[in-house]
């Protein structure tokens, strides 16, 4: 599979899993996304479960701006009046 396809069923996947998570209190989403975690990095090697893992979290923080300007717009996440 060529990285563009991968890519291309990685949006699909994740829009749907959206629209399922849209809705839910943010506890219950976040609850659904660690279970998800889990279940992937369970189904790793043990001798490369850390690896794993680090290497999502080593990944996630560059994808939250793009994530962001996705839900907010280009001007990002509505601090103005938020304490």
């Not at 990285?3 to 809705?23: K, N, Q």
């Not at 001798?47 to 962001?68: D, G, K, L, Y």
Request: aromatic fraction near 4%.
């Amino acid at each position: 599979m060529t990285r563009e396809e991968m890519a291309t069923l990685s949006v699909g996947l994740t829009d749907r899993l959206h629209a399922i998570l849209a809705g839910q209190a943010p506890e219950v989403q976040g609850a659904a996304i660690m279970q998800l975690l889990a279940l992937y990095i369970a189904a790793h090697h043990p001798s490369i479960r850390h690896e794993t893992f680090n290497a999502i979290m080593s990944i996630v923080p560059a994808m939250v701006p793009i994530a962001e300007s996705e839900i907010f717009g280009p001007g990002g996440f509505p601090t103005e009046g938020v304490n």
